[in-house]
């Protein structure tokens, strides 16, 4: 999944339907939603800003567990559907990485087990989670002059501590969040060599990205049926994740709200309406990087002060299978109702369906 | 709990052969970045065996087919660069990764100096001594020889007629002895005679007596 990147859309796009008002909701001085930019035959699609403006809150903090809010850990395996490629910036030998190549780009790995770092994790699915809710636009390259007016940074200040949904969850500079990234550890040590062609860098002076001069969405790519293999002559070789390979890693959250670890579950791909996988690593315009999430278990203590005096969990506090679905799906609901936005939503889960059809560009994109 | 760091200090040979590199890096104009992802190479190789002699094959191989991963034509022309370099300073420390990374890693930030802080024009090449040299040349300083001279010497190695002798623990000179050669065994400490000097003062050749 891309890192969220400021678009500004076209001039000559389609005009979407406006959003169903949500009862409640806090509303902006625009019900409008930012027309979808027209990205044609690109292999990505942009999700528009949020016309409600950015719903910020006091955040809860990790001072100490809250007894109305869901503290513990999400067991996760991402399994990878398209040939996947975290960069660790080294370039070696083939030989110093048991694989036959005179020169690669390695991934990053530890005895040869490939790893995500939780860095990348969180950065994915913080920019989907920035989408879908009243979010602020802060990870961003856009001029601060080209940040429409009220979706600035958040500002942790002394006397107002006030932030948007997901500097409440991710963190904010001088605040931290409520979720912790482990690093995803591949779960065997067998890599293989990928050819990755050249790729071209953004082009943001497209007038695709132009809305009045303001940035008007984040860039998301779609994931397609298999990434594009340019051959050992036209490719650079990675050291990649092949098919079927596994991540697993266990997502630890404090004090979240129920809402706020459905949205979670959205991302992660659980809600069976919008069935999503995320794109994560390098590659994305030519199709790597897709990968399905399992939730294997959740990790609820059911009373936070028998936690301090027990090392293990009773086995009503680990669910698994029927009782998990179960929880997942209130989560799910009580996100829809209280967090996601639902045009956005239904943008992103275009751009992220998954299984997909959809060929990987051969050529210029 | 106290964390020791080991001393990671340059000599001062090695702090000239830092500054050596990074002046022919600005003078050949070669892309800094391209030193950096060597060095991002060495440090996660480091610790392995043979891993200078490693790092020199690596600069070889990207030669060879850095077309590969380059971006440009370019790419390929700072990596011929980088070899030649590497091959011109640093071939004596090819048993000692630790100590090739520390000078590298000088050179890279002494290139951001002589790159921005010093017009291209007026920086020149400099020639640097190896360690051995620096060693040979503070004996000689601290010591004055004349043709004639006996002192003691440590017979290093016989090869055939040649014998290589080591005075003062440092300087090592090899010498055709015909007669002496099968009498001598390694390691024996024999006397010699300082037979010729240099104009410098160090010694030129000796003579076993």
Known sequence: MSKSKPIKKSSQSQKPSPPKKRVGAKLGASHQPNPIPDTQDKPYGLVPLTTQGIDRQIPVGQDKFKHDRFSGKLHLALTVQTASFVASGVV?????VDLKADLIKTAVHQKNQLIIPGSSLKGVVRSTYEALTRSCLCKTKAKRDEIPKGHGECKIQKDKIEVCPACRVFGAMGWQGLVAFPDAVGQKVSTSVGFMPSLYRPRTENPMYQNDGKVSGRKFYYHAVKAVNAGEQRGIPVQQAGQAYVFKTALQFKNLTEAELGTLLVILGQDSDYPMALKVGGGKPIGMGSMVVTVEALEKPGNLKSRYTHYVLPDSDHLTDEPLKRFM???????????????????????????????APEGMY | MSTEIAPL???????????????????????????????????????????????????????????????????????????????????????KAPQILMILGWATRLVKYYDKGVPTGEIQPITVMSEREAAIQAVTQANTFEVGQEIEATVAAIKKSKVTYEILGTIRLTQKEPKLASKLTEGQT?????????????????KGI
């Not at chain 1, 070696?92 to 110093?96: V, Y």
């Not at chain 2, 891993?51 to 370019?74: M, P």
């Not at chain 2, 024999?190 to 000796?206: E, M, Q, T, W």
Request: glycine content about 4%; some cysteine; charged content about 30%.
């Open chain 1, 92 to 96: 070696a030998m083939g030989r110093d």
């Open chain 1, 329 to 359: 799906q209130t989560a799910i609901v009580a996100a829809h109702q209280t967090l996601i936005e639902e045009y956005q939503l239904k943008e992103l889960a275009r751009i992220l369906a998954w299984p997909t059809q959809r060929p």
């Open chain 2, 9 to 95: 200090e340059l000599t001062e040979v090695q702090w000239q052969v830092a500054e050596a590199i990074a002046r022919k890096l600005v003078i050949e104009r070669t892309d800094v970045n391209e030193l950096r992802k060597t060095l991002s190479y060495l440090r996660e190789y480091v610790d392995r065996e043979n891993a200078g002699k490693a790092f020199f094959d690596y600069l070889k191989t990207l030669v060879r087919r850095g077309d590969q991963i380059g971006h440009s034509k370019k790419t390929v022309e700072y990596y011929k660069s980088l070899d030649s370099i590497c091959s011109e300073y640093l071939k004596d420390y090819q048993d």
């Open chain 2, 190 to 206: 024999v006397s010699v005679y300082i037979a010729d000097l240099k104009n410098d003062g160090s010694i030129k050749r000796i």
